[in-house]
């Protein structure tokens, strides 16, 4: 499991790639979702 | 008019879009998540290590899916606020403006995974060769076509505006796609394109392309409800 995490050496590429990726996705729904709450009102 | 062209333009009215919008959304949303999962899954465990790049190749399942998005969405928008143009269709404008910051997020995915793919593999993180320029100059044609959205007030005449500069934007995108062929880059050529077989083992392009239907469906979804909440403020 260690060295799935470790992904060869290029865990800090590999994860700050995906990491942002996914972080920045779920930022973009969270804000949809204010909008959408909000507009509702 | 015919029956048929009056079928299309039923939908038009964003009265009626609006319930088929949620529907829409709401099916792409679950099909996002699953595509995502099925493609992680392929990705991470089942994919083979690259024999030159090690697992720091892993990063092209989220890189090459973000990049075409970047280019079709960019596309999308434009031919919405051509259509808007043609037409004065409100709904064609509100698909335009709803497409805009997905497009933007996933050009912006695309420079940040492959500048952390870089620095392993070209050991730099940038470098201002053609393909990377032309995506830094789509970046700023996203928000260049949202500035000039929020800037102006009148809505008529920012959806014009931002028509015009979105259309006019368009020709980056050939740009970006022929880059790697047009100059000398330090970015490799396309290993998928239209014109021949992948150029990789079929479950790293397996994997490539369930990421790449899971950042479709994410678009749709994401754009189908940006839309409804266009159609909700704009009614007041």
């Known amino acids: 499991m260690s060295e799935f995490f470790a992904m060869g050496g290029y865990a800090f590429f590999v994860w700050g790639a995906y990491g942002v990726t996914f972080a920045l996705l779920a930022v973009e729904v969270f804000l949809l979702m204010k909008r959408k709450r909000e507009t509702k009102t | 008019m ?25 099916l792409c949303a679950v099909l996002a ?7 992680l899954y392929v990705g991470l ?26 280019m079709f969405l960019y596309v999308v928008m434009a031919f919405w606020a051509a259509v808007g143009l043609a037409f004065n269709t409100r709904l064609s404008f509100m698909m335009a403006r709803a497409l805009a910051p997905t497009g933007a997020l996933f050009t912006f995915i695309a420079l940040w995974t492959g500048s952390l793919w870089g620095r392993p593999t070209w050991g730099t993180y940038w470098v201002w060769d053609a393909r990377l320029t032309s995506e830094l100059v789509l970046l700023f044609l996203y928000f260049g076509y949202m500035a000039l959205q929020a800037s102006i007030d009148d809505r008529r005449r920012a959806d014009r505006a931002g028509a015009v500069l979105a259309i006019v934007g368009v020709v980056n995108v050939p740009i970006i796609y022929y880059s790697v062929k047009w100059w000398n880059t330090l970015h490799q050529g396309a290993s ?35 839309v409804r909440c266009e159609i909700l403020e704009n009614q007041s």
């Open chain 2, 2 to 26: 015919t029956e048929q062209s009056l079928k299309w333009f039923w939908y038009a009215s964003p009265q009626t879009f609006f319930p088929l919008a949620r529907t829409i959304a709401r």
């Open chain 2, 45 to 70: 465990f089942v994919a083979p290590t690259d024999a030159v790049q090690g697992e720091a190749y892993r990063i092209i399942y989220i890189h090459v899916p973000a990049a075409w998005m970047s």
């Open chain 2, 192 to 226: 998928v394109s239209f014109n021949k077989a992948p150029s990789m083992a079929a479950t790293m392009f397996t994997g490539m392309i369930l990421m790449a239907l899971a950042f479709w469906m994410y678009s749709i979804a994401v754009a189908m409800i940006r």
């Open chain 2, 33 to 39: 998540v699953l595509f995502t999962l099925a493609g």
